[in-house]
């Protein structure tokens, strides 16, 4: 079966500190890997994927995340944390041998101190 | 460019009254569409996901149901809500065929079951 996990309940950093955010990953076959922020109240939104290609992904909001097969991980990165980055993180991975269903991390809440 | 609805965005309702929830997706055809339910601002339960038209699969039996009437239209119900019902509902959409494509989420829907 196909899953994400995240080890970080929550994730303390400081404004202008970089951030990592981590995941990792049990697929069978190639993964397709997602990351998602959720403000309060609101749905998700994507922030980047990777399918293949070049290990380093770069996304939305100055984020980026680095895939690594030999530790099945997809470490959520950004080198100087904002406030406004506060919000509750979700990796997931797709499903391609089951109707393409997701399955999501537990998620991440990041707190950015100013 | 594609939109994704949801109605209502916040709903109270009593224990053993129905439920409607629906969401419509513009700007695209035949797309993939997901239910979940977020319990307490973290993990995402899959609920329903359909292909097509009249095309539903439940992930987790429970007391609610959903259907597609419609290509671009989705709706979650419940003959008799449950205290256990309250959540967060988002309905989610992604490209048919297409099996690198992202999860697209709408703003969600606060359901208090009282």
Known sequence: ?114 | SQTIHQWPATLVQPVGSPLSLECTVEGTSNPNLYWYRQAAGRGLQLLFYSVGIGQISSEVPQNLSASRPQDRQFILSSKKLLLSDSGFYLCAWSRGGSSTDTQYFGPGTRLTVL
């Not at chain 1, 400081?14 to 076959?29: D, F, H, I």
């Open chain 1, 1 to 114: 079966a196909q899953s994400v996990a995240q080890p970080e309940d929550q994730v303390n950093v400081a404004e202008g500190n970089p951030l990592t955010v981590k995941c990792t990953y049990s697929v069978s076959g190639n993964p397709y890997l997602f990351w998602y922020v959720q403000y309060p109240n609101r749905g998700l939104q994507f922030l980047l994927k990777y399918i293949t290609g070049d290990n380093l992904v770069k996304g939305s909001y100055g984020f980026e995340a680095e895939f690594n097969k030999s530790q099945t991980s997809f470490h959520l990165k950004k080198p100087s944390a904002l406030v406004s980055d506060s919000a509750l993180y979700f990796c997931a991975v797709r499903d391609l041998t089951n109707f393409n269903k997701f399955y999501f991390g537990s998620g991440t809440k990041l707190n950015v101190k100013p």
